[in-house]
């Protein structure tokens, strides 16, 4: 069974910075494109960003571009998503997935497998 785990969330001000983590009980992770995601409360599950299996490749979506960044270390089976200039409206539950058996990112909630538990970020003064 793959088991993702987030850790990294919490609280911080506007304009300040966190770094997420995300650990995947994968044999084969290395093959698998990643992807973050989060959901606020009364939203649906929204894409943030992906990268491909050997982190050549990246995607995010509008509302975080030039602000986060996400990045791999295969070795440690771990993603990142460095996030900078946080904004009141990035407060959510942020999660990371897995597409098990593709290389290449995916912008849709669907075309992933696994997910973590999620971990709370909240950005207030």
């Known amino acids: 069974q793959v088991q993702l785990v987030e850790s990294g969330g919490g609280l911080v001000q506007p304009g300040g910075s966190l770094r997420l983590s995300c650990v995947v009980s994968?044999?084969?992770?290395?093959?698998?494109?990643m992807g973050w995601f989060r959901q606020a409360p009364g939203k649906e599950r929204e894409f943030v960003a992906t990268?491909?299996?050997?982190?050549?490749?990246?995607i995010y979506a509008d509302s975080v571009k030039d602000r986060f960044t996400i990045s791999r270390d295969n070795a440690k089976n771990t993603v990142y998503l460095q996030m900078n200039n946080l904004r009141s409206e990035d407060t959510a539950i942020y999660y990371c997935?897995?597409?098990?058996?593709?290389?290449?990112?995916?912008?849709?909630?669907?075309?992933?497998?696994?997910w973590g538990q999620g971990t709370q970020v909240t950005v207030s003064s």
């Open positions: 997935a897995v597409r098990r058996y593709y290389t290449q990112g995916s912008i849709k909630v669907r075309d992933y497998t696994n």
């Open positions: 990268i491909n299996y050997s982190g050549g490749s990246t």
């Open positions: 994968e044999r084969t992770f290395s093959s698998y494109a």
